[in-house]
């Protein structure tokens, strides 16, 4: 597997994690869709907790934390940070909303639950980080990018939850081109933040400004069959510009719970 690892990058997405309802159900669905296999991660003393797994590879963890937290079913990006109770101040600072924590999970960290000032959720992750775990723009099992009403705006907000812009050894760096901001470690694009025509108070999800989750497969086609046979469904304009098509190399699905990602083809850009 390849694509830049992130585990020492502060203020790089560090981990990527499904708050579920059902942790069977959970592990059946993805399983079958992202051909993912399963084996106990490590959660404090809280609830059960999966990690998945691709070709031996760490990808994402799936905790049944939905009725505890009282959270919606959804995937969130963590970012890594050095002082949690730091990160969350400066997220109140600059205008964002803190829905959950810091919580600790002992011995790993520390966790915050947030929204940006548009609505985005995201997460802040103190503490141990996988050291295997890979995020890219190719070639990596996932990638992540903000869809937001202003991507420069959005930037300016996370790089100063972040920290983006302070020019640390093991930090990130980011680039603007046309109307997107591309975040980069050690030159590799490990996120972006996309401008366009998102709205907050849309009754569809995926027409929200949001962190948007791209898992890739080896074979589109089936992973998208898959979705259909386990409770799954393809979310009609689930991007910028309508429904992406399986022959397009993209489509955005929803699992049986709700909660939206992408089904990317390897290889694609």
Request: with cysteine; proline share 7%; charged share 25%.
């Amino acid at each position: 597997m390849t694509g830049p690892t992130t585990a020492r990058a502060l203020g790089a997405p560090c981990w990527l994690s499904l708050a579920a309802r059902d942790l069977g159900a959970a592990e059946r669905f993805y399983g079958a869709v992202l051909g993912w296999t399963f084996r106990p991660g490590e959660l404090g003393t809280g609830p059960a907790y999966l990690v998945g797994e691709r070709d031996g590879t760490p990808v994402a963890g799936i905790a049944a934390l939905a009725a505890e937290l009282a959270v919606p079913v959804a995937w969130t990006v963590f970012f890594a940070v050095e002082d949690a109770d730091a990160a969350v101040a400066r997220i109140r600072e600059r205008g964002g909303t803190v829905g959950v924590g810091p919580v600790a999970y002992p011995p790993q960290g520390r966790a915050a639950l947030a929204t940006d000032r548009d609505g985005a959720a995201f997460g802040v992750w103190e503490g141990r980080l996988v050291s295997r775990w890979h995020v890219g723009e190719r070639g990596a099992p996932a990638w992540v990018e903000l869809h937001t009403r202003d991507a420069f705006d959005a930037a300016v907000f996370y790089g100063g939850v972040l920290r983006w812009a302070e020019g640390a050894p093991e930090g990130c760096e980011t680039s603007y081109e046309e109307d997107r901001v591309v975040l980069r470690r050690a030159g590799a694009a490990v996120a972006r933040l996309d401008s366009g025509p998102v709205e907050a108070a849309s009754p569809r999800p995926q027409l929200r400004p949001r962190w948007l989750v791209r898992f890739r497969v080896a074979d589109l086609a089936a992973s998208v069959a898959a979705v259909a046979e386990h409770g799954g469904a393809v979310v009609p304009d689930g991007e910028w510009g309508g429904a992406r098509k399986p022959e397009e190399g993209r489509v955005v699905v929803r699992d049986p719970d709700g909660a939206l990602f992408t089904l990317e083809a390897d290889g694609t850009a």
